[in-house]
């Protein structure tokens, strides 16, 4: 598998590591029910089979943290962007 | 006899010498292992897998399920090899396997003794025989009977590699269909890539003979062998094989380098593995002969109808004379034509049709070869075969043959086009199955798509190859392809001769016969994935490419289904054995990940010291010296020594992470569970980081340079995580954070020096104007300035061992040369350099945790830190650690531990429980996580996670560690044996 990293270019998978769901967002550490939210945060995940939209983390490369949307069923590419200006 | 006079791809100046079982004969360059022992009239090739039948050559290719040989002696030794794709060297030794006491004469297969507990679903049944009897019995008898060849027991000598290509377009196989394929592809500019797991393009052409635009058809493949070779952007790899397609267009490849060499050349690999990135790719991998289930099916001398043809037209040799042709289709008539051509007597062809195609009978009349039509075999003799029993019409015939050459029909070698989970087609016109949904980029050329005939196969390759280039933008042209014959497909579905006599044969390879079938059929296992498995259908090195399609029409004969219906299993990678030698590549014993030698290394390694592993790091364990008796010994003197001077330590793998901008203060605060925006300038402060789910993480110090400059050191083992973390938080979770880091650890060399006199010790090499006194640089700051001379450095005054002590930081190219100055600087205190078990030793000693506590299940509160972390702020981690479970005081908790009686040893790793309860789950209280012999205090001393710990200072219980058998009295203390207080820091 490859992946096109916006900054790198197109490059071999095992330069990244994946964490995993992009979806979830840190919730409020303030708000009342942040316990029940931080639960849901750290462990709850979808498994979804089709289109995910997933954080990768080019660590050989520019060490940026990309949205990378991924099929799951066939590892199709099918978009990449940083990280940080897909969720701001 | 068995080698014509002319004739063939062989070359007969150059004459070859090779063993086979310890016998001497002599083949040519051209051949294979196969076809030379052919020549030499070798028959007899090997065992079979379980029941350690007599085998002989199947076919000629990689999809061979008998002929599998030991190749080489000694620690080259390689099992398992196909006889049939083995190329001939001069002095090549193989030797048959699977057999005792000899090849011959098997003892196994002479009792047969075995064969009635090797049927179908052995593997289960036997798991439900008497566990008593399984180990000394069961195993030791089914393991020597069902087995292949003996592994080198040395370790391989040889190198392998992995390289990386990328191409425009990839054509997977050199036939006719592949090589028009490059060529089309090639024309237009297309970068091409040629692949074929042959030594010699051609695909069958080599062993067919036919003609191309009216002339021999060799002689397209040397034009076309020759038009590549000019081509610039084209690169033909012969001897390799595509074994995978994985996501993204890379496709997996092995490059047989040296193998068909006694030793690989010089400087050269045996084996190259490759990824093989291609933006299109066409697979013209052609088609394979499909056998005939029917008894006595497997005896040496029964072959596939294009193996026969193989060996007569490209290799110039017959293993025994006559032949008799059985199939069920046209394409075999033309391979018993070709080999009476080259010179094999055939003396029949029985066909099952009752009415073969008029053509094929006048052909056959031609040639004055009889016809036994709507004939069926029904029976095979002879160790070696001898004669064949057709049964045709009512009546039964014993032919006199050596060579039985049988053809189902072809089947479609499509494995690559399923590794993405596309199932194959079933199409009865071909009577076999064809490509179904492809690969994204591949697409299928010639008999690999059900395409047979030369014309078909040329022309498809040519509009294959430049749909693949005109898709990339190129401009490629398909036209005019070369002319050949376009003999339409005749075939009749047949599989299994059912009224036959003798054990008939399925899978070659595994031993499943038509009567294993049956069984799975009767006990329920009728679904293919269920009945491969049941019965090992389809397994190993030959992934079922003879049996699969045999297998399951007639499964869906006894279930009455049709074919399309039963289905077929799904082919996974790789396509062909790949040795795992060759996966692995260089990375192989010391070189299986890289090494990390510090700064210091070659001076540590003058000084005598034992190094150890800590991740990729070496460092230094001890500097034993002459007279000590032992590790222990010399650990001590290093403690001893330090606490009484000063000792010298190379802490350079710590990680390092340099972090600036306006908002770093506020950015250590949310990662860090206490405060860092309030740390002065010129301080250094230890902290604490969490996971996310409220377990500890990683802990270091972490030093402000600057107003909007921090340094933060961790642990060697968590550097690049920790880094990878900090990212994590700042451009996923914080993007609004003006802040900017970079990984310093390989640019800074650091070395600790500590105990009493290590101020003396630094004031040598410190340069003016930096104050190092204990006012100038008290406990906990940071001094830039320089040392040396003027080298740069940075000198953070923190401990780990608990006594007075400094790191020392300059670039790393400086390290050696500063540990150099150190120690001369610190000869008149007898300086001492130790290492990582003295270091181990002290930071015991003092109470700090390490990554034995730091392990990922521990908590600030379970450490004793508890107190450390701000409630003034949020902090990662913060609110899952207030969970009720996290607050729970029976929670195992850091405290120390002595042993009652002072010359007993600690484990780390005994568990604790209270005196008098019995050593079972419920009542562990927790574990020992590190101990050391403390040569200040003269016993052993330890760490621990116990419950309720704290509450339980001055309390005995039991250290119980069944595994190394001990269990003693120990008891509960503060941590922090030696000066609890930290006086000696701050001196
Ligand atoms: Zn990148």
Redesign the pocket.
């Known amino acids: 598998m490859r992946i096109p990293?916006?900054?790198?270019g197109l490059?071999d998978a095992h330069e990244f590591s994946y964490l995993g769901d992009a979806a979830p967002q840190r919730p409020d550490p303030a708000a009342p029910d942040a316990a029940d939210a931080f639960h849901d945060y750290v462990y709850l995940r979808d498994n979804p089979a089709g289109p995910m939209r997933e954080l990768w983390y080019?660590g050989a490369?520019?060490?940026?943290w990309?949205v990378v949307d991924r099929d799951t069923r066939t590892h199709a590419i099918l978009g990449t962007a940083f990280a940080t200006e897909a969720r701001s | 006899m068995t080698r014509f006079v002319d004739g063939g791809l062989i070359d007969r100046t150059r004459p070859l010498a090779f063993t086979f079982d310890g016998q001497a004969y002599r083949g040519f360059a051209g051949d294979t292992l196969a076809s030379a022992l052919t020549a030499n009239g070798v028959r007899l090739i090997g065992r079979s897998f379980k029941y350690h039948r007599p085998r002989g050559l199947f076919s000629a290719g990689s999809d061979e399920p008998n002929a599998l040989v030991e190749l080489r002696t000694g620690a080259r030794r390689e099992p398992n090899t196909r006889a049939t794709t083995v190329e001939l060297y001069d002095g090549l030794d193989a030797a048959s396997q699977n057999r005792w006491p000899s090849l011959d004469f098997d003892l196994q297969a002479a009792g047969g003794l075995f064969a009635p507990l090797l049927g179908a679903g052995f593997y289960y049944k036997t798991f439900m025989w008497p566990a008593a009897l399984w180990e000394k019995l069961y195993e030791p008898v089914i393991r020597r009977a069902a087995g292949l060849g003996r592994a080198a027991e040395a370790p391989d000598p040889d190198a392998y590699e992995k390289a990386y290509a990328f191409c425009d377009v990839l054509v997977i196989g050199g036939g006719a269909a592949g090589l028009m394929a490059a060529l089309t592809a090639g024309r237009s500019g297309a970068r091409v890539i040629l692949v074929d797991e042959d030594f010699r393009l051609g695909g069958r052409i080599l062993s067919e003979r036919e003609e191309i635009d009216d002339a021999p058809s060799l002689q397209f493949v040397a034009r076309a062998e020759a038009e590549l070779a000019a081509m610039p952007e084209v690169r033909v790899m012969r001897r390799t094989t595509v074994f995978g397609v994985y996501d993204g267009g890379t496709y997996g490849a092995l490059e047989r380098v040296g193998d068909h060499l006694p030793v690989p050349a010089p400087f050269t690999p045996r084996q190259r593995y490759w990824k093989i990135v291609a933006r299109r790719a066409v697979l013209c991998a052609g088609a394979g002969d499909r056998p005939i289930v029917f008894g006595g099916n497997d005896r040496p001398g029964v072959m596939s109808a294009q193996a026969l043809r193989s060996y007569a037209v490209r290799y110039a040799a017959a293993a025994g004379s006559p032949a008799v042709v059985f199939a069920n289709n046209g394409y075999a008539w033309s391979a018993a034509f070709d080999a009476a051509a080259a010179g094999v007597p055939i003396a029949a062809i029985v066909d099952v049709r009752a009415e073969p195609p008029p053509v094929q009978m006048e052909r056959a009349n031609r040639r004055g070869i009889r016809v036994i039509a709507g004939g069926e075999v029904i029976a095979t003799s002879g160790k070696l075969l001898s004669s064949v029993t057709v049964r045709a019409r009512g009546r039964t015939e014993t032919i006199a043959a050596q060579i039985l050459a049988v053809s189902g029909g072809s089947s479609p070698t499509l494995a690559l086009t399923s590794h993405f989970g596309g199932k194959p087609v079933y199409r009865a016109d071909i009577a076999g199955f064809v490509p179904g949904v492809l690969p994204p980029g591949l697409s299928v050329a010639g008999a690999a798509a059900g395409e047979y005939s030369l014309a078909r196969c040329l022309a498809a390759g040519a509009a294959r190859g430049a749909e693949a280039a005109n898709d990339l933008g190129f401009t490629a042209r398909a036209t005019p392809v070369p002319q050949a014959q376009d003999k339409p497909i005749t075939v009749s579905p047949f599989w299994h001769v059912a009224q036959s006599r003798g054990l008939a044969f399925v899978d070659l390879q595994n031993d499943v016969t038509a009567k294993d079938i049956a069984i799975a059929h009767q006990e329920g296992f009728r679904a293919v994935e269920l009945l491969k498995r049941y019965t090992t259908l389809g397994m190993a090195t030959d992934q079922g490419r003879t049996s699969n399609v045999n297998g399951l029409a007639m499964m869906a004969a006894l279930t009455g289904q049709d074919i399309e219906t039963t289905g077929t299993t799904l082919f996974r990678p790789p396509f062909t054995p790949v040795a795992i030698g060759a996966i692995a590549g260089h990375h192989r014993e010391k070189d299986f990940r890289a090494t990390r030698p510090t700064p210091t290394h070659a001076w540590a390694r003058a000084q005598g010291a034992t190094f150890v592993e800590a991740g990729l790091w070496l460092r230094a364990q001890y500097f034993p010296r002459a007279g000590e008796a032992d590790w222990l010994e010399t650990v001590k003197r290093e403690v001893t020594a330090t606490r009484a001077s000063v000792g010298l330590i190379d802490v350079s793998t710590f990680g390092k992470i340099d972090l600036q901008g306006p908002d770093v203060g506020r950015f250590l605060d949310r990662v860090y569970i206490n405060t860092f925006s309030t740390l002065a300038v010129g301080k250094v402060r230890y902290g604490v980081m969490l996971r996310e789910d409220g377990m500890v993480m990683d802990d270091g110090t972490t030093a402000r340079l600057a107003d909007t400059h921090y340094l933060m050191t961790t642990t060697t083992a968590n550097a690049a995580k920790v880094y990878q973390h900090l990212e994590f938080c700042l451009q996923v979770l914080w993007p609004d954070l003006d802040v900017q880091i970079a990984s310093v650890s390989e640019q800074w060399a650091q070395v600790s020096i500590a105990g009493p006199r290590a101020r003396d010790v630094l004031a040598r090499i410190a340069d003016a104007p930096l104050d190092v006194s204990n006012a100038g640089l008290p406990y906990m700051g940071v001094a830039q300035g320089s040392v040396m001379g003027g080298i740069a450095a940075r000198i953070f005054r923190v401990s780990f061992s608990g006594e007075l002590g400094y790191e020392i930081a300059v670039p790393a190219r400086h390290g050696a040369p500063l540990a150099r100055a150190l120690m001369e600087a610190g000869a008149p205190f007898d300086i001492t350099p130790y290492g990582t078990e003295a270091l181990g030793v002290m930071r015991i000693e003092k109470g700090h945790v390490s990554g034995n506590e730091l392990n990922g299940q521990t908590s600030v509160a379970d450490l004793g830190l508890g107190r450390m972390a701000s409630t003034k702020k949020d902090h990662i981690g913060r609110v899952l650690s207030e969970r009720p479970a996290f607050r729970d005081p029976d929670r195992p908790t850091l405290v120390g531990f002595k042993p009652v009686d002072p010359k007993d040893r600690l484990r780390a790793g005994a568990h604790f429980l209270r005196h008098g309860r019995s050593a079972v789950l419920a009542n562990d209280e927790g574990y020992m996580t590190s101990v050391a012999f403390s040569p200040t205090l003269g016993h052993w001393i330890g760490l621990g996670l116990l419950a309720r710990g704290p509450e339980r200072i001055g309390e005995t219980v039991r250290a119980y560690d069944p595994v190394r058998g001990a269990d003693i009295p120990v008891e509960i203390c503060r941590p922090g044996f030696v000066d609890p207080e930290g006086e000696r820091l701050r001196v």
């Open positions: 990293c916006p900054y790198c490059r080019h490369g520019c060490r940026r990309l």
